[in-house]
């Protein structure tokens, strides 16, 4: 049999843990309300327009309306980042265009560059060019007027082996076949040497347009005027093949 006075000394023990018990019980309470309430806070938004075209705030993305574009909110609503809708195959041949015309653009504008700059040590000022565009329409000047002396000379033995031909026959003679020959291949020279002349010609043309190209980039790039060009190109545009 128990003793009353065992139990009034033990009821007071049992209080104690009974209150123990119960703020154990509470923290744990307490604590799962708290980490509940921070991993919601901590937690991001999706905000997306659904199939009516309503805009719908989840915390949970919807797999179909992944590709279609939506934003990303923080606990306070505020916007983080917006994820674009997914290209359609024509919208990503468009890019892809557009992205190989910029790489090629970057490509042209540092050839650009390079060149602008190997033309910088060449020659300091337009003018520089000019000069030597100069040079070269002397030198082709002088070369095909040295072709057409050699035609004149072509020409002028020809009249002379023509007249000792006609006198021949005046006198009742034929004319020899090396006589003949002569005036044939005297003929073929001149031809041959129009020809020379023409592909001069034509050689002035290509530096013209070489030279023209360089001296007004050259004015881009320094920034001057080539004075002396308009002289140069009109001499060059007064020379041609039919000059002889």
């Given amino acids: 049999m128990i ?64 590709d279609k574009g939506y934003d990303v909110l923080n606990e306070k609503g505020r916007l983080v980042k917006t994820i674009p809708p997914a290209l359609t195959p024509e919208e990503i041949i468009k890019r892809d265009d557009a992205l190989e015309k910029e790489k090629s653009a970057l490509i ?18 337009p003018n520089d060019a000019v000069r030597v565009l100069n040079r070269h329409f002397i030198d082709i000047q002088g070369a095909v007027e040295i072709k057409r002396n050699k035609i004149k000379s072509f020409e002028s033995q020809i009249m002379e082996e023509e007249t000792r031909a006609a006198e021949r026959q005046r006198k009742g ?3 020899g076949e090396d006589v003949l020959e002569k005036l044939s291949s005297l003929k073929k020279d001149i031809a041959n040497t129009n020809v020379d002349i023409k592909e001069l010609f034509t050689k002035l043309d290509h530096v013209a347009a070489d030279f023209d190209e360089k001296i007004k980039r050259l004015e881009v790039i320094t920034e001057y005027q080539a004075t002396d060009y308009p002289e ?3 001499m060059i545009n007064k020379y041609n093949p039919q000059d002889m």
């Fill in 3 to 66: 003793q009353p006075f065992t139990l009034l000394h033990s009821y007071p023990a049992f209080l104690k843990r009974r209150s123990i018990l119960y703020r154990t019980l509470f923290l744990v309470f307490l604590s799962s309300v708290i980490f509940s309430n921070i991993s919601v806070a901590a937690g991001q938004f999706y905000r997306f327009k659904n199939e009516n075209g309503q805009l719908v705030l989840t915390q949970t993305l919807p797999a179909e309306y992944v």
């Fill in 108 to 125: 042209e504008k540092k050839k650009q560059e390079a060149a602008d700059e190997q033309l910088k040590l060449l020659y300091s000022q």
């Fill in 173 to 175: 003679f034929n004319v």
């Fill in 232 to 234: 140069v190109l009109k």
